[in-house]
């Protein structure tokens, strides 16, 4: 018999669920506890799961993840745990799921974070566990393709990635559909990319590079810009080893010229403004007046990750290029983003319950091997298509 394996999800939102149903799926699930701090929306998350699936294999449960006891009860008898909350709760949920020795990782959305949960790598020897942040769609899936792409040739000198979430039917003014939190697109907007240029760590300044691309229709001609996060820890572990790494953010034409004016005229700032007698963020402003205009009631949207590695192949000049494009599921009612998202951190989570992933904690780059993951996406109708080609 094949063994089962007990999961903790905390966050009952949009990816909580997505994540959750695709461990009670594929993940070999004998149980999956589904948290949040708002008992209805994990009921809700729950019992859309067991409905999906058929059986009862989704638990709800009412937790704010800032309470320690609380998680650490959750977090009995537990394989593996996926965090979908925000970034900054991770570096203490990870610390505690190390010490109930339970494999651990996340949506994460911040580098900085990451990278101090890297630290906790011998502590997670100790415990025999793998702590893996940054998880999702970009980072996460762009990652593991990133290492494939580069996995196909002998020698990878130059790795590019393009990705993006798109409405299927973009409609004006900003033909674009959110569909993940606002914060964290305006967080991507406003970052500087951290990219390898000529061997090397360099900084580059968001929306910028804008550059047109093909795609096989109904898609077309999209742009490319430069937009922070998507490159995780990469740029540190491939310094010196690879010339170039960078990705750009695909959106429809357009959609660049808009943004960047508010970009110009500061409306994603931080610091409080006055303006009469109030103070006001500016990002808030843009957040209030921007949110409703790409909320919209068809939430059919696609995902495109594309990764080109040009370097050499049995000493021949080549190129690799991997694709993954996916499209809203009418089956089960998940966006290609919750699918692409929430579905590409549980199957980390599983290939951890699994033991496929070494024992530490590190990036996705270094802890999860690649042709295992796509084979995953390929098993879930997220399809990777991949060619060589010698130049």
Same mark, same amino acid.
């Given at each position: 018999?094949?063994? /089962?394996?007990?999961?903790?999800?905390?966050?009952?939102?949009?990816?909580?669920?997505?994540? #959750?149903?695709?461990?009670?799926?594929?993940?070999? #699930?004998?149980?999956?506890?589904?948290?949040?701090?708002?008992?209805?929306?994990?009921?809700?998350?729950? $019992?859309?799961?067991?409905?999906?699936?058929?059986?009862?294999?989704?638990? !709800?449960?009412?937790?704010? @993840?800032?309470?320690?006891?609380?998680?650490?009860?959750?977090?009995?008898?537990?394989?593996?745990?996926?965090?979908?909350?925000?970034?900054?709760?991770?570096?203490?949920?990870?610390?505690?799921?190390?010490?109930?020795? @339970?494999?651990?990782?996340?949506?994460?959305?911040?580098? $900085?974070?990451?990278?101090?949960?890297?630290?906790?790598?011998?502590?997670?020897?100790?415990?025999?566990?793998?702590?893996?942040?940054?998880?999702?769609?970009?980072?996460?899936?762009?990652?593991?393709?990133?290492?494939?792409?580069?996995?196909?040739?002998?020698?990878?000198?130059? @790795?590019?990635?393009?990705?993006?979430?798109?409405? &299927?039917?973009?409609?004006?003014?900003?033909?674009?559909?959110?569909?993940?939190?606002?914060?964290?697109?305006?967080?991507?907007?406003?970052?500087?990319?951290?990219?390898?240029?000529?061997?090397?760590?360099? &900084?580059?300044? !968001?929306?910028?590079?804008?550059?047109?691309?093909?795609?096989?229709? !109904?898609?077309?001609?999209?742009?490319?810009?430069?937009?922070?996060?998507?490159?995780?820890?990469?740029?540190?572990?491939?310094?010196?080893? %690879?010339?170039?790494?960078?990705?750009?953010?695909?959106?429809?034409?357009?959609?660049? &010229?808009?943004?960047?004016?508010?970009?110009?005229?500061?409306?994603?700032?931080?610091? !409080?403004?006055? %303006?009469?007698?109030?103070?006001?963020?500016?990002? $808030?402003?843009?957040?209030?007046?921007?949110?409703?205009?790409?909320?919209?009631?068809?939430?059919?949207?696609?995902?495109?990750?594309?990764?080109?590695?040009?370097?050499?192949?049995?000493?021949?000049?080549?190129?690799?290029?991997?694709?993954?494009?996916?499209?809203?599921?009418?089956?089960?009612?998940?966006?290609?983003?919750?699918?692409?998202?929430?579905?590409?951190?549980?199957?980390?989570?599983?290939?951890?319950?699994?033991?496929?992933?070494?024992?530490?904690?590190?990036?996705?780059?270094?802890?999860?091997?690649?042709?295992?993951?796509?084979? /995953?996406?390929?098993?879930?109708?997220?399809?990777?298509?991949?060619?060589?080609?010698?130049?």
């Amino acid at each position: 018999m094949n063994e /089962e394996y007990q999961y903790v999800v905390l966050g009952a939102g949009r990816q909580g669920t997505a994540a #959750a149903y695709d461990m009670a799926r594929w993940g070999s #699930a004998k149980s999956v506890k589904l948290a949040d701090q708002d008992s209805n929306a994990a009921q809700q998350a729950a $019992d859309r799961v067991n409905k999906l699936i058929g059986k009862k294999i989704a638990e !709800p449960f009412a937790v704010d @993840v800032r309470d320690k006891d609380e998680i650490q009860k959750l977090l009995n008898g537990a394989t593996a745990c996926l965090s979908a909350v925000p970034y900054y709760f991770n570096l203490e949920i990870s610390r505690l799921a190390i010490q109930k020795g @339970v494999h651990f990782c996340d949506l994460g959305g911040n580098t $900085d974070i990451a990278r101090k949960q890297h630290q906790f790598d011998e502590l997670a020897r100790q415990k025999e566990v793998s702590i893996i942040p940054n998880c999702g769609q970009v980072p996460g899936m762009g990652t593991s393709l990133c290492v494939y792409a580069m996995e196909l040739l002998d020698e990878p000198l130059d @790795v590019l990635m393009w990705d993006g979430g798109l409405p &299927q039917h973009p409609k004006p003014p900003f033909n674009y559909l959110l569909t993940f939190h606002i914060a964290g697109l305006t967080n991507e907007y406003a970052e500087p990319g951290v990219f390898l240029r000529n061997w090397k760590i360099t &900084q580059v300044e !968001p929306m910028t590079e804008l550059e047109t691309v093909e795609f096989p229709p !109904p898609i077309g001609k999209l742009e490319a810009f430069v937009a922070g996060g998507g490159t995780d820890t990469m740029p540190w572990t491939y310094e010196g080893k %690879i010339r170039t790494l960078q990705n750009l953010t695909l959106r429809y034409p357009g959609h660049y &010229q808009q943004l960047k004016a508010y970009y110009d005229l500061g409306l994603w700032d931080l610091t !409080p403004i006055k %303006i009469g007698s109030i103070e006001v963020v500016p990002r $808030d402003v843009f957040h209030a007046l921007f949110e409703p205009k790409v909320v919209l009631p068809d939430k059919k949207d696609l995902v495109i990750v594309r990764v080109k590695a040009v370097g050499k192949k049995d000493g021949k000049d080549a190129e690799a290029l991997v694709e993954m494009i996916d499209y809203y599921d009418e089956e089960t009612g998940f966006t290609a983003m919750e699918r692409g998202t929430g579905w590409s951190a549980a199957i980390v989570a599983e290939m951890m319950a699994r033991r496929q992933t070494p024992l530490g904690a590190g990036g996705v780059e270094k802890m999860v091997p690649a042709f295992p993951y796509v084979q /995953e996406l390929n098993r879930r109708g997220l399809k990777v298509k991949e060619q060589v080609e010698f130049k």
